[in-house]
């Protein structure tokens, strides 16, 4: 623009000098009615030189402003896209998957290559694949949709994830579909203990409000029962009173979940209260030919209510037993954690459980026996973290069942070793 100005400028400077020449040449003088006509011809064109390079500039800048304005724009965005902490993906058309954001392989596990090559399809539950095709559907008709799904992280877990999905425009014309990802398995499980904590108030009232008035009839029943014993005869009566006995147990276990227990807490010998246990169930063991197996390894010492330890040792070791009905070996051992955790692991040879249900082990009234209660572990769990301790099932189906207690230990011998190499945990 520049150049053409100044050549715009030179021209009619030529011009001007080439007409007073003519003239002077010609005639012998030079018109000054000419020469200020062809001035202010010259000073038009200069005037309207300079406007235009004023607006050459004025345009040049609205040009660099927009494209400062264009790559902030661009820097938000890739700023947006890149730090996001929820996952971001961008789909064409026809479903395929066109770029991820670090997010993405955090959550999945998957890089965008590896998407590419097995299609984001192939992570998502079976039964969450038609919703989540229909929803996309509706997107790149214009309509945004948001829902929950389950998809298979790279290692095996499941996540869950709340989806949004949202139409690009580009034009006015739908181009494509961006999915926003936020991971919600947290809030999932802390949604699962609310509701375990919600069952355990309901048994908890059920509790209050029936356990001592059950008990009291039940006294009663079982004092005519012994009496009418010579009467209807020892195979009869005993078979009510055995049902009488379990229906005690099972308001006893209502008890301990209805209101606080009183506690004595002392320190005891860990590997004493462990054997004590096997003792007591030693001979109800060689009836169902089932042997165990101790070995301890260490020594410790935990700050504890002995008789609750007991009741949930007891527990255990009864779970173990009734899973191998032909017999088998019942292996109780103790070892140290790290420095200050203790572990006793009971493992058995029975049928073991399905990872499906190792979840819900402990929920109220939820058992893989034919006559349990589902109390059992409830109860010995919840003495467990009363004891600052935690519990953890391990299981496969046909190989056995590995209940692993931990506590903290108040004291220990210079066998404690670290956790890691005793491969406890």
Known sequence: MKLLKRVVLIFCFAISIGFFSFHYLTEGRVPVADYIGTASVFFFYWLISKLFDK????????????????????NRYTSLFLNNTDAVLSFDLKGNLVQTNPATEKITGYTLEELQEIGITSLILSDNVGRKLRKFSKTIKGEPQEGELC?????GKTVHINLKMIPIVMNN?????????????????????????????????????????????????KGFIQYL?????????????????????????FLVLSKPQKTQFKEHRLESIVENVILFLESQANLSKIQFISHFNTQATVTCDENQLKQVFINLLKNAMESMPNGGQVRVELKAANDNLACVRIQDEGCGIPESQIKRLGEPFYTTKEDGTGLGLMVSQRIIQNHGGHLIIDSQP?????????????????????AVQDGII
């Open 55 to 74: 607006i050459t500039q004025l345009e040049e800048a609205k040009r660099l402003l927009l494209e400062q304005r264009l790559e902030e724009s661009e």
């Open 151 to 155: 998809i298979v992280h790279k290692n």
């Open 173 to 221: 014309q739908i181009t494509g579909v961006y999915g926003i990802a936020k991971d919600i398995s947290e809030s999932k499980q802390t949604e699962e203990l609310i509701r375990q904590s919600e069952k355990l108030a309901a048994v908890g009232q059920l509790a209050a409000g029936v356990a001592h008035e059950i008990r009291n009839p039940l006294t009663t029943i």
């Open 229 to 253: 014993r010579p009467k209807i005869g020892p195979y009869h009566t005993d078979i009510m009173l055995a049902e009488l006995d379990r229906i005690n147990f099972i308001v006893g276990e």
């Open 398 to 418: 046909h190989q056995g069942t590995t209940a692993s207690v931990f506590l903290k230990s108040a004291c220990h011998s210079p066998n404690f070793v670290d």
